[in-house]
């Protein structure tokens, strides 16, 4: 009986412990097959860790390789709320380190999170002042920031970033692509007290974005922009632009705007302030567009330099209005009409010439369309269709009326006057430099359009225009300048007719000493008091092209090396 | 009794390898993530001295910095001397005797690999 009982107990047991024994290989096939893959990331969670690495934007140089925007490391200080001990303490501290409102930081701590942002991209100095509070709870996450050393400067070309470094304007999202950097995370192994250790070999290096070189040169540009600032205050004007090109290959050695901004503080900046006003906007140039004309009628050969033309004494009639010169005139010989900018001189050329081949003729200087400028938000100005033009367009699209044109159209212009008849394509970017040395190097592109006969003479006629016409004011003893003043008034659209008291006043011109010669677009809105180009606008021309001519003549002769005595 | 041992040995041998090697990559690891950390800490002093010069230094303010001096462009012509340390002894006491000027490479690779490449009837001289 006894050892039955045994035996009973034994079979007890064995079944207890299969039953056991059952349920720790289900147990195991559970976690070993059904949840496997869950278990295997969960683990891989607890061993490994990535690290994200940003990847650096490339560079940006100017011509002689100053540095205009780079990348710099910063930190972005974040808060665990729960874990922060005395909250109204570090509110206290932090708020005055970093220069935030106290009760709007002391609502984030408040709030049920375990994650909130303090303050985004601030300098290892800052990071440290905290560091030494050692307040709980706060943490730093290393960031990358992009850095315009050169603040105000070239801010228009440059344009900026958000907060993510993506471009949003100028250079920066024309060519983002190739500036952008490669992302890439970096592995790594935690061991049993955190500590991050690297065992795989990974190269540690992010891959950086191209670095851009540019045709302008930041000291040309701090002339330009200067200046600019000057004269827009001078004459309590709304705003102004300037260009500086190199007519034979294009190549933009500045190009300024007033009112300008800082690119740092790029997403803090009013869109208005963003714009770059020489390639985007089109405005009615003036006079300065007699420049076409004066093409238009030698290369048709219809005068001579020395034809008359009867100017009406000043009054004109035209169908629909009445034209107007700002100074009576007699009998002008074609060479004077340009000289002394005679409106009702232009209109009688440009009529005689036929408004079909006017039209043509402003077509074939490339005006309404795009320059191709390397820039994002080109403007291809405003032409009239032919079948568009009223019967007053012939006698105004010539002088510079019903027409719209941005100042990077007029600096090609101008150019091409310059270069022997050639339109070229204005360029920023000179090259692009990549990772292991691949460079491009950005082509030149040019067309000829009308003869260097033609142009050669076109450009006698503007030099005379600064030696004894309307542009006295930008005339440089020792240089060769050449231009064409242009004072245009603003139509009103509220009115419906061209403003009494708004103009725009311009100066477009070249500037030549031996091998050394530049195009310089000069153009200021609405000046007060004054509003004349060739008295606004071409003292700016002359200081810039004194000063261009200087900078670019002043090379070191000779190198001496002595030693140290 | 002899083929166990050397078996037992053999073993011991690869497993002792096995886990020294182990180790090293290991203590190279940790060794590793401490470059990596000196490292970022270079650059982000780098950074932080690159920011505030420029932000002291910048462009404008060296041209404002330049017309409160009233600088101007040279008219006529320049010479730049750059005063670069030390020269042979030697051979600049006879090139200044005999009025002849150091070649700017010759002086560079006798301060810097200490042998001159003047030409031998220099080269000679006391």
Same mark, same amino acid.
């Given at each position: 009986m006894k050892s039955k009982s045994i035996k009973l107990n034994e079979y007890f047991l064995i079944f207890i412990f299969s039953l056991l024994f059952l349920g720790l290989i289900f147990r195991i096939v559970h976690l070993q097959i059904f949840k496997r893959e869950f278990l295997q990331k969960f683990a891989l969670k607890q061993h490994y860790k990535l690290i994200p690495i940003k990847g650096e934007r490339g560079r940006i140089f100017d011509?002689?390789? %100053? &540095? &205009?925007a780079t990348d710099i490391s910063v930190f972005s200080v974040y808060a665990d709320p729960r874990s922060i001990e005395n909250k109204v303490r570090a509110v206290k501290l932090l708020a005055d380190i970093l220069g935030l409102n106290e009760k709007e930081l002391l609502d984030k701590f408040n709030k049920e999170r375990d994650f909130v942002w303090v303050k985004r991209k601030i300098t290892l100095d800052i990071k440290k002042r905290i560091e030494s509070?050692? /307040?709980?709870g706060i943490g730093f996450i290393e960031d990358k920031m992009r850095f315009? $050393?050169?603040?105000?400067?070239l801010s228009h070309v440059l344009g900026g970033v958000n907060i993510d470094n993506d =471009? /949003?304007? =100028?250079l920066e999202l024309f060519y983002d692509t190739e500036l952008k950097g490669k992302d890439f995370s970096l592995l790594v192994r935690r061991d049993s007290v955190s500590n991050e250790i690297i065992l795989s070999p990974q190269d540690l290096q992010s891959q950086r974005g191209k670095d851009i070189f540019l045709t302008i040169d930041a000291q040309i540009q701090y002339w330009v922009e200067s200046y600019l600032a000057q004269t827009v205050k001078e004459y309590s004007a709304k705003g102004g632009s300037v260009i500086v090109m190199q $007519? !034979?290959?294009?190549?933009?050695l500045a190009l300024g705007n007033y009112p300008t901004y800082d690119p740092n503080y790029i997403s803090s900046t009013p869109l208005e302030l963003r %714009?770059?006003?020489? /390639?985007t906007d089109f405005f009615e $140039?003036?006079?300065? !567009?007699k420049v076409v004309t004066l093409m238009a009628s030698l290369d048709k =050969? !219809? !005068?001579?330099?020395?034809d008359k033309i009867f100017c009406e004494n000043g009054k004109y009639k035209i169908p629909g209005s009445i034209l107007h010169d700002w100074k009576p005139y007699g009998h002008l010989s074609f060479k004077d009409v340009f000289k002394k900018s005679s409106n009702i001189g232009v209109a009688k050329i440009a009529n005689a010439l036929g408004k079909e081949y006017f039209y043509n003729y402003i077509r074939k200087l490339c005006?309404?369309?795009?320059?191709?400028?390397?820039? $994002?938000?080109e403007s291809s100005g405003m032409v009239k269709d032919l079948k568009n033009w009223s019967k007053t367009s012939p006698y105004i699209i010539p002088m510079g009326q019903e027409i719209g044109v941005t100042v990077l159209q007029l600096a090609r212009l101008i150019a091409s006057v310059v270069n022997g008849g050639y339109i070229v394509k204005p360029h920023v970017v000179k090259r692009i430099v990549g990772d292991k040395g691949f460079t491009k190097e950005i082509q030149l592109e040019s067309e000829e359009i009308v003869s260097s006969k033609i142009t050669n003479r076109a450009k006698e006629i503007l030099v005379e225009v600064v030696e004894e016409g309307t =542009?006295? &004011?930008?005339k440089i003893d020792g240089l060769t300048v050449g231009g064409k003043t242009g004072t245009a008034q603003k139509f009103d659209f509220q009115l419906g007719r061209y403003s009494e008291d708004a103009h725009r006043a311009s100066f477009v011109g070249f500037v030549e000493k031996d091998s050394l010669c530049f195009v310089i677009c000069v153009t200021i809105d609405e000046p007060q008091n004054v509003h004349l180009g060739g008295v606004v606008a071409a003292p700016l021309f002359k200081k810039i092209a004194q000063n261009l001519i200087d900078y670019q003549n002043a090379v070191v002769k000779e190198v001496v090396s002595l030693p140290l005595q | 009794m002899v083929k166990k041992l050397i078996c037992i040995v053999f073993l011991f041998l690869i497993s002792f390898f096995y886990l020294h090697q182990k180790i090293n990559i290991y203590v190279e690891a940790y060794k590793l993530d401490d470059n990596r950390k000196i490292y970022n800490d270079l650059v982000h002093t780098l950074d932080d001295i690159r920011y505030h010069f420029y932000k002291r230094v910048s462009l404008s303010k060296i041209n404002l910095w330049l017309e409160k001096q009233n600088f101007d462009f040279a008219k006529e012509k320049i010479v730049l001397v750059l005063n670069k340390g030390s020269s042979p002894r030697g051979y600049d006491d006879y090139s200044k005797k005999n009025n002849i000027e150091t070649p700017f490479l010759a002086s560079y690779f006798f301060r810097f690999f200490n042998f001159s490449i003047v030409p031998k009837t220099l080269a000679g001289v006391p």
């Open positions: 011509t002689r390789g %100053r &540095l &205009l509070l050692h /307040i709980k315009y $050393p050169q603040g105000e400067l =471009g /949003i304007e =100028g $007519p !034979f290959t294009g190549e933009i %714009r770059n006003l020489a /390639i $140039p003036g006079s300065v !567009f =050969g !219809f !005068f001579s330099l020395n005006f309404g369309e795009k320059t191709g400028v390397d820039l $994002p938000g =542009g006295k &004011l930008a | -």
